[in-house]
């Protein structure tokens, strides 16, 4: 990573293995939350998901 504070400058710096292997945990704890029942679970994964779907890239 370059830049200020470690920030990404470029999308083709991206890890993108590791970005779909974070979502895909996510979806998964999402659904299994869901399927149990586990609404309060499923809200704070669902939280998460939003918090990283605003940071900024750069």
Do not use: C, Y
Not at 12 to 24: D, G, H, L, T, Y
Not at 29 to 47: N, P, T
């Amino acid at each position: 990573m370059n830049g200020v504070n470690g920030q990404l400058t470029d999308w083709s710096q991206v890890n993108w293995k590791k970005a779909r292997q974070i979502v895909r945990n996510l979806r998964h704890r999402i659904f299994r939350a869901r399927k149990l029942g586990q609404w309060k679970q499923r809200a704070k994964v669902a939280e998460i998901v939003n918090q990283k779907s605003s940071e900024p890239i750069a």
